[in-house]
């Protein structure tokens, strides 16, 4: 098309009227045909020129980016695009890239819709060539809800896959009670066979002691059955893209005066560079207490050994390894045996006294619907690590060279 024009313009002088105006129609159709591809697009398009001011879009990219006014109100603004971006992400992944002068860059971002549903987007930023010179941006806005979605979806089957095990130990636990129940019941029955016997029944007492230990029995199995269904319930999570390391330092501002009223000392680390992870904010910040309670309470287990030389120490670190974002939460608390650190994530196993055996086990199911993964290194007398690992969301980076604009 280009060496076309090139080629009418050299000619213009000797065309005549109807020639012109022939050629001018032809020109008008091919540019509606180019407009029309570009609405038919399934991703979300902007051009914009290299003050970031809006040069072309196509209609979908309004249902992807929460506009305050629409764009054909901002086709001859002089102010930049993300002034009218009402999310405050993406509006400032926009100006950073033209206060920084970056030309592809790819990043993925979760809104809310005005519906309270969230989506996710994948925002990606090209250079738009003109004959060799940079003229402005092409941004390509693509949602990839349903993809996430999927992922989830998947996890969770493989979550379901674990009940089996985790029924396998509720019939198990159910099992003892419901024995222990059978024997009274029996005593019971047989006392009261043997009284009418003998025309007389036993002392109220004897019949109390029996129902009482039936009672207790009852209360526990209604204990027991409340936590599996705590266990086996499927995490409800709303996946967002958070920055961790800011959660993770506002826990670490709540948990510690507690710490520091025993005498524990907190040593932090972030190199999380603020990268983002599709997480909960509620239960990821539910599984940092339940870890960092855990090592407070094996601490104080040294504490109270009144041992020579302890002062107790924990730790917590971010950073990125391996395109993941990785977490260690350490301790010198009393640590565990080899025994315990092979079933800590199993459902009703504790070494708590009031313990029920699923703070673990749900803090792992809540890592795994979060494509994640929590490894345990501990020892006796030494102290525990806990190592938590996330995926960072992937950016495929697109470049548009020279050649495809010259096309």
Not at 292 to 318: C, D, H, P, V, W
């Amino acid at each position: 098309m280009r060496e076309y024009v090139k080629r009418i313009n050299q000619k213009a002088s000797k065309l005549s009227n109807e020639q012109l105006l022939s050629i001018i129609n032809e020109l008008y159709s091919e540019n509606e045909s180019l407009y029309s591809l570009i609405d038919s697009l399934s991703n979300g398009l902007l051009i914009v020129d290299n003050n970031f001011c809006l040069l072309r879009n196509n209609l979908i990219v309004e249902s992807r980016i929460p506009f305050s006014v629409h764009l054909d109100e901002i086709k001859d603004s002089n102010n930049p695009l993300w002034e009218y971006i009402e999310d405050e992400e993406i509006a400032g992944f926009f100006k950073n890239c033209m206060e920084k002068e970056i030309t592809n860059s790819t990043e993925e971002f979760s809104t809310v819709t005005s519906g309270g549903s969230v989506r996710f987007l994948n925002i990606s930023i090209s250079p738009l060539m003109q004959e060799g010179n940079l003229c402005g941006k092409i941004i390509l806005v693509n949602d990839i809800t349903h993809k996430k979605n999927q992922d989830v979806r998947l996890h969770r089957m493989e979550n379901l896959a674990n009940l089996t095990n985790l029924a396998a130990g509720m019939a198990h636990e159910i099992k003892n009670p419901l024995g222990a129940m059978s024997i009274h019941i029996q005593l019971i029955q047989k006392a009261l066979v043997k009284a009418r016997e003998n025309d007389s029944l036993p002392e109220k007492k004897f019949l109390e002691n029996h129902l009482d230990v039936v009672n207790e029995e009852i209360e526990h199995l209604n204990k027991l059955v409340m936590d599996f269904l705590l266990a086996v319930r499927p995490v409800n999570a709303n996946l967002e893209l958070k920055i961790p390391d800011t959660i993770i330092k506002n826990v670490i501002e709540f948990i510690r005066p507690e710490f520091l009223n025993c005498g524990i000392q907190i040593e932090t680390k972030f190199e999380g560079n603020s990268k983002k992870i599709m997480l909960d904010e509620k239960l990821f910040r539910d599984v940092i207490i339940n870890l960092t309670q855990n090592s407070l309470a094996a601490i104080k287990t040294r504490i109270s050994e009144n041992q020579k030389n302890y002062s107790g120490l924990f730790e917590i670190q971010t950073f990125i390894n391996d395109n993941k974002y990785i977490i260690v939460l350490s301790d010198n608390g009393c640590g565990m045996n080899e025994n315990t650190v092979s079933k800590i994530f199993e459902p009703y196993f504790t070494t708590k006294a009031n313990g029920t055996g699923l703070g673990m086990t749900m803090a792992y199911k809540i890592v795994k619907e979060f494509s994640g993964e929590i490894l345990v290194d501990s020892k006796e007398n030494k102290g525990s690590k806990f190592t938590l690992s996330f995926p960072i969301p992937q950016k495929d980076t697109k470049l548009l060279n020279d050649e495809t604009c010259k096309e």
